[in-house]
């Protein structure tokens, strides 16, 4: 197997500017001008040329555009080169070994992989600047929307219909979240109604199911534990606490203690991942036939409902600058195997509040996808800022 210049994952892209990770990269295509479709570096690396990054261009830009395998000659035809279809195809088995594109079938034309699909965005992609037509469209949506809610869920719902994906917007987040207060009563059967209060004065209810049935008395005095223990602190500690003595030995701790701490873990969880995002346009990607199978929709679907793991995945992405790109397998979520996540994170007074981006097919128009987050994500620090 051939090796290639390994190049970053994740990048701040620039409108306007083709992107390069490193400037080794800078000097390939200046310094192959052979017809071989590589050769090798100082430390033995295989470099891809420059016509062999033209046809892979091509053939990705193809597959984009229709999404279906991509033949020789097609390529030929349409890259303008002077190149029959037989070096065409020469060229497209050096990529296949260098695990760039692949055969779905004997018989038909290439595809990318998702190594084809990174080295693509990493090296050989010309940002195209939003049209006028998106701009006008996404300065008028903003217009108008003062509170946070509204103007996250309004977001969300504009980037799903201007990409035609499924889009994610965070709630801006707070500082420090403190818990304040906690009260436990009981409901009828084994049911009990938790009420949070955390700082920002807000109030989290969730109804919980208990092994068994509370007296009242019994949770004033758990409640009366919770408080003592929590009260003043960040509600992140809390549940990482919370966690930890559900993991430990309870020695110290009589039943009744366990189990309120168990009732307060479902609540604080509830508390954090609350309202955390708002998604919208799900159902768009039962357009792309690759993400049609209805098993994987199901399940894709259940994560959206979840958001778990999708919320996993942003905080990942708050702490880095720029647009961040996750492509198949890069997720690191099994769910999202087929499928690309375009993000951005977005400032308030000089800190990064949230998160916005799309989820689509591996095969999704990246050089029009990545502006459109990043001006969006513009556009709602802007907008958040007014309000």
Partial sequence: MVAILAVPRHHRLVPGQTVRRRRTLDRITSWFRSTALSTKNSSGERLVNERAQHLLKALIERYIRDGQPVGSRTLAKETGLDLSPATVRNVMADLEEMGFVTSPHTSSGRIPTVAGYRFFVDS??????????????????????????????????????????????????????????????????????????????????????????????????????????????????????????????????????????????????????????????????????????????????????????ILHLLDRCIVAEGVQIFIGEESGYSLLDDCSVVTASYRVDERVVGVLGVIGPTRMDYPRVIPLVDVTARLLAAALRQS
């Fill in 124 to 309: 050989l992609l010309t940002i195209q600047p939003p049209t006028q037509a998106d701009l006008a469209q996404l300065r008028r949506r903003f217009g108008g929307l003062n509170d946070i809610p509204g103007l996250v869920e309004s977001t969300s719902r504009l980037l799903s219909g201007i990409t035609h994906m499924a889009s994610v917007v965070t709630v801006p987040r707070h500082e420090r979240i403190v818990f304040r207060q906690i009260e436990l009563l009981p409901l009828s059967e084994t049911r009990v109604l938790a009420i949070l209060v955390t700082s920002e004065g807000e109030v989290h209810n969730r109804i919980v199911i208990a092994e068994r049935r509370f007296s009242h008395s019994e949770l004033e005095r758990a409640s009366n534990f919770l408080n003592e223990m929590f009260t003043g602190q960040d509600l992140r500690d809390v549940r990482k606490r919370l966690v930890e003595d559900l993991k430990r030995t309870h020695d110290h701790m009589d039943r009744l203690m366990l189990r309120a701490v168990h009732l307060a873990r479902q609540v604080v969880e509830s508390a954090e991942h609350k309202d955390d995002c708002h998604i919208a346009g799900q159902t768009n990607l039962m357009e792309f036939g690759e993400l049609a199978n209805l098993e994987r929709l199901k399940q894709l679907f259940d994560a959206f409902y979840q958001k778990r793991e």
